[in-house]
């Protein structure tokens, strides 16, 4: 079984990235159950906006695709920005819209049969929208969002230090983040074992 993990951080490497050192935490309870992990800064990449999976010349979309199509579980990786996803996760989504005309040799759309989860930091509140915004975008393009697939970080109301600056709230987060890999990786299991049948009129 294979993750892949999809930075939105608007941080190009090699900056260090709050919402990814949170995401270690899933991503290292996930190998625990011998899941491969892929990492993916979208920063790094070329992707220009649109809704096509391929949009010609220059354009690095299609090879993430390519990475989505081979992972079971997707865990999407984004800061708060003034109460929303940040702006690279909101471009991610828009570029997966092109999957929902997509289907497997089946008929199957292409999304259905993964699952998907969030993973929020921000030293501002609105966490919880984040993770509503992306999960049922996610939902629509055809992923599984088990329940409790999420987890986060904030300082809370007010300016503040940055996740790896402060120790508050850790415990919680990193407890959360271990219940999402667990129920990640039994959704996905199942799913495995009794996939979503193609739709038939």
């Not at 900056?15 to 190998?31: G, I, K, R, W, Y």
């Not at 329940?147 to 709230?169: F, S």
Request: charged share 20%.
């Amino acid at each position: 079984m294979k993750a892949l993990f999809l930075s939105c951080t608007l941080k190009p490497s090699p900056a260090p990235s709050n919402t990814e050192a949170l995401a270690d935490v899933v991503a290292s309870a996930l190998q625990e159950r011998g899941v491969a992990v892929d990492r993916l800064r979208l920063t790094d990449l070329s992707v220009p906006p649109g809704v096509e999976t391929d949009l010609g010349d220059g354009d690095d979309w299609p090879a993430v695709h390519e990475r989505l199509l081979d992972a079971e579980i997707l865990v999407v990786v984004t800061p708060t920005w003034l109460g929303r996803p940040s702006s690279v996760a909101q471009r991610m989504l828009e570029r997966m819209d092109a999957m929902l005309s997509e289907t497997s040799s089946d008929g199957t759309p292409v999304a259905y049969n993964r699952v998907a989860g969030v993973v929020v930091t921000g030293n501002e509140d609105g966490a919880h929208h984040v993770i509503s915004e992306i999960s049922g975008a996610l939902g629509d393009i055809g992923y599984t969002v088990p329940g409790q697939a999420w987890t986060y970080w904030n300082q809370g109301p007010g300016p503040g230090p940055e996740y790896p600056d402060t120790e508050h709230g850790h415990e919680w987060s990193h407890s959360t983040g271990r219940l999402m890999a667990h129920n990640l990786h039994a959704v996905a299991s199942a799913l495995a074992a009794h996939p979503v049948p193609p739709h038939e009129d």
